[in-house]
């Protein structure tokens, strides 16, 4: 039997064992004596309550780990959201900038990253024209289709609207052009979007680090060769060169500009005469904008109207076009001895007939400028038209019902078909200068112009022909019935104040007039009316 300790011995243990559990040890026991006396019963009671505590402290251990593995998973999933886009479940800009920003610090050890930045050509369209869940539907086929083409190391990031960028680790720039490449042909493949079967096209700019460029720089030089691949009519695929930055700084200086260039009086009207083919009479004239720039001289409308519609200056362009024009004809029609027939044309671009708007304007101005609706006629690009948006019709019919003429431009561009054609409200046709293609061809060109003509007159419509050129051109135009013709070899646009009695006077005594040929019937062949080729005007 052992012995038992002194009393004071087995206090002093007990007070050591309450100032461990004290102190946190709590697997601490005192051994109990063989005494079983009062001592031994505190001890025991001692022991029960630091195996209590032990146990309430293993639980809470546990409770506390789970609860933290909560609020970090919380947490992760919501930094997760702050780095994706909840669209496409791609990373979104800062998470692309992020990843970036790493790969550029660890490019010594690691490889430079190429940058691809990616924007769907014509998505405005589609979401226009089928609405915008089939919008989302396209961006998510086409964020799909961007990770199935790079590695699993590779980031493929949803910038906003539809706009991507992919960052290709360690990847040199021919690599990365080989990647754009494959990229543009796999969004080529059609996709199924609300049982329509569509294509989408994209432009991609490719971009790789220089010394310091930082994760933006990078970013902004991937656009600035996108914009450049946009522009680019050959090829869908650019590679950023310093040389790109300026032509972009020169855009944003012109587009700064273009802003002030109505209020400075800056913008000007071509006129471009229209004629009746077969006698020489000026049935109308074309309003052609130019941009009478203070140090860049007299600049074109392509050089800017794509400029003025990306920056949201064409709504009032269009306005000081149509005042401006209708102006004009209010003058001529005061002051020269018109055709009645003389109508004035003007472009409308796809966009504005988008504009509700435009068809309030119209009717505004032709009151202010004291104008018959009759008197203007209206060129809508094709395309305009085919996109078939509720908005286009809507003003369709509404500038139909004010009065005014509608006329197709471009024609033959390649978007009308015929049953389009007898669709639309429109009343007349103008053809694109290429369905006249080389003045070398015009001989070959024959049959074929006569067989559009054929189809424009069963539709009912009115038929001009644009980018006229040379006596032949004019004379077979003539022979084969065309309503009416423009081009260089009538008249080049000219100032307001060349469109004069003189110029009326020219052009009705002009070499290619052909009295003996109808122009509504075209089938009086009579080329022996036809004068002699004439000295080259
Ligand atoms: P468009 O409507 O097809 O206008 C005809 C273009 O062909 C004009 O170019 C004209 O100068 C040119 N042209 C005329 N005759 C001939 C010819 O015999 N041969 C050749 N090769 N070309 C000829 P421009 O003035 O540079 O205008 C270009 C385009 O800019 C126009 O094409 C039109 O789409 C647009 N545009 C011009 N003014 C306006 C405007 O006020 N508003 C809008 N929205 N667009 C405009
Ligand atoms: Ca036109
Ligand atoms: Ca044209």
Request: glycine share 6%.
């Amino acid at each position: 039997m052992r012995a038992v300790d002194h009393p004071d011995t087995r206090l002093a243990q007990l007070v050591e064992g309450i100032v461990k559990i004290a102190d946190g040890e709590l697997s601490t026991r005192i051994p109990a004596s063989p005494a079983r006396d009062e001592l031994d019963a505190v001890i025991a009671g001692f022991n029960l309550m630091a195996g209590e505590l032990a146990a309430a402290q293993a639980e809470l251990e546990v409770r506390v780990t789970t609860r933290t593995g909560m609020l970090m998973d919380a947490l992760r999933k919501m930094e997760l959201m702050a780095l994706t886009d909840p669209l496409t479940q791609l990373r979104n800009r800062s998470a692309l900038e992020t990843v970036l920003e790493s790969s550029l610090a660890t490019t010594a050890v690691n490889g430079a990253p190429a940058v691809l930045l990616l924007d769907l050509d014509s998505f405005k369209e589609i979401n226009d024209s089928l609405g915008h869940g089939a919008g989302d539907t396209v961006l998510q086929i086409v964020a799909e289709r961007l990770r199935g083409s790079v590695r699993k190391q590779d980031t493929v990031a949803r910038l906003g609207g539809d706009e991507f960028a992919i960052v290709l680790q360690d990847t040199p720039v021919e690599r990365a052009r080989v990647v754009a490449t494959r990229i543009v042909s796999a969004l080529a493949h059609p996709m199924r979007v609300e049982d329509t079967s569509l294509t989408v096209s994209a432009s991609v700019g490719v971009a790789i680090p220089k010394q310091d460029d930082s994760a933006v720089d990078l970013v902004l030089y991937a656009d600035t060769a996108m914009y450049a691949a946009k522009k680019a009519a050959n090829s869908k695929v650019a590679v950023f060169s310093p040389s790109l930055l300026s032509t972009r700084q020169m855009r944003s200086t012109l587009a700064a500009e273009l802003r002030n260039a109505i209020s400075n009086h800056e913008m000007v009207l071509h006129y471009q005469p229209i004629v009746e083919v077969a006698t020489g009479r000026l049935i109308g004239v074309e309003a052609l904008i130019r941009w009478q720039h203070p140090q860049r001289g007299l600049l074109m409308p392509d050089n800017f109207i794509d400029l003025a519609e990306e920056i949201g200056a064409m709504p009032a362009m269009a306005v000081w076009v149509l005042e401006t024009a209708l102006g004009c004809l209010r003058r001529w029609q005061q002051t020269l001895p018109l055709d009645p027939r003389f109508t004035m044309r003007v472009n409308i671009s796809a966009t504005q007939l988008q504009r509700p708007e435009l068809l309030d304007d119209v009717q505004r101005i032709l009151i202010m400028k004291d104008i018959d609706p009759r008197d203007l006629v209206l060129e809508l690009t094709e395309y305009s038209m085919v996109t078939g948006n509720e908005w286009e019709l809507y003003s369709l019919r509404g500038l139909r019902q004010l009065g005014v003429g509608l006329s197709i431009d471009d024609f033959g561009t390649g978007y009308s078909s015929i049953s389009y054609l007898r669709t639309l409200p429109v009343d007349g046709v103008k053809l694109d200068k290429s369905l006249l293609g080389d003045t070398s061809e015009t001989a070959t060109q024959r049959p074929f112009i006569a067989a559009v003509l054929q189809l424009i007159r069963s539709c009912k419509l009115s038929a001009t022909f644009e980018g006229v050129e040379t006596w032949e051109q004019a004379r077979m135009l003539a022979e084969l019935g065309c309503d009416a013709g423009q081009g260089y070899y009538f008249s080049r646009p000219v100032p307001a104040s060349g469109i004069n009695a003189a110029l009326l006077e020219d052009l009705l005594t002009a070499p290619w007039r052909t009295p003996g040929i109808s122009s509504t019937t075209g089938l009086t062949l009579n080329v022996a009316a036809y004068p002699e080729e004439p000295v080259s005007r």
